[in-house]
T-cell receptor
Framework: EAQVTQNPRYLITVTGKKLTVTCSQNMNHEYMSWYRQDPGLGLRQIYYSMNVEVTDKGDVPEGYKVSRKEKRNFPLILESPSPNQTSLYFC?????????????FGQGTRLTVV | GQQLNQSPQSMFIQEGEDVSMNCTSSSIFNTWLWYKQDPGEGPVLLIALYKAGELTSNGRLTAQFGITRKDSFLNISASIPSDVGIYFCAGQLYPGGTSYGKLTFGQGTILTVHP
């Protein structure tokens, strides 16, 4: 089954404790990205990657890091989480071609930083 | 960065009614996308629009890419209870010669359908 898998689904952590949210896709997609969703703000892009070892900043990259060492994985790293990073996070993947743009989202990771 | 204004923010309708929502931007986009998000799930792509003026249907859904490339609308005809959810528009620019770029989302329209 084609899917984007995020882990964990829920996470509560303390300020300053480094964490990683994993994202994996099994569709051999070139394009992957991370978003955060906050009430009234919709989804805002954090980082995106067009292929292995190619990453670019989205609209809200501050406080986040990503890496793309393999095509299937695109982890999101918070080196020193702060309470304003409490949010719902989504990973997405897509493949070049009509109708496939950003077609698949993961189920989300709800992060709370206390 | 680009700003997308999506309206209305929420809608409460009766089953069977038609629904219309739209997005406007201060900048042009190469692609307009419409997504639906069910509670506890990630967004699911409904319709993708790639050319200015394009009108595309997907079942009871119809979306159009505005001629100015700064707006798009989504219509849902004969709404049913399972249409409940949050609908997002999104615009995408293609930087340089690559096929993908930053995706900017609207704030979302919360749709409630009363049986």
């Amino acid at each position: 089954e084609a899917q984007v898998t995020q882990n964990p689904r829920y996470l509560i952590t303390v300020t300053g404790k480094k964490l990683t949210v994993t994202c994996s896709q099994n569709m051999n997609h070139e394009y992957m990205s991370w978003y955060r969703q906050d009430p009234g703000l919709g989804l805002r892009q954090i980082y995106y990657s067009m292929n292995v070892e190619v990453t670019d900043k989205g609209d809200v990259p501050e406080g986040y890091k990503v890496s793309r060492k393999e095509k299937r994985n695109f982890p999101l790293i918070l080196e020193s989480p702060s309470p304003n990073q409490t949010s719902l996070y989504f990973c997405a993947s897509g493949q070049e071609g009509l109708g496939d743009t950003e077609a698949f989202f993961g189920q989300g990771t709800r992060l709370t930083v206390v | 960065g680009q700003q997308l204004n999506q309206s209305p923010q929420s809608m409460f309708i009766q089953e069977g009614e038609d629904v219309s929502m739209n997005c406007t931007s201060s900048s042009i986009f190469n692609t307009w996308l419409w997504y639906k998000q069910d509670p506890g799930e990630g967004p699911v792509l409904l319709i993708a629009l790639y050319k200015a003026g394009e009108l595309t249907s997907n079942g009871r859904l119809t979306a159009q890419f505005g001629i100015t490339r700064k707006d798009s609308f989504l219509n849902i005809s004969a709404s049913i209870p399972s249409d409940v959810g949050i609908y997002f528009c999104a615009g995408q620019l293609y930087p340089g010669g690559t096929s993908y770029g930053k995706l900017t989302f609207g704030q979302g329209t919360i749709l409630t359908v009363h049986p």
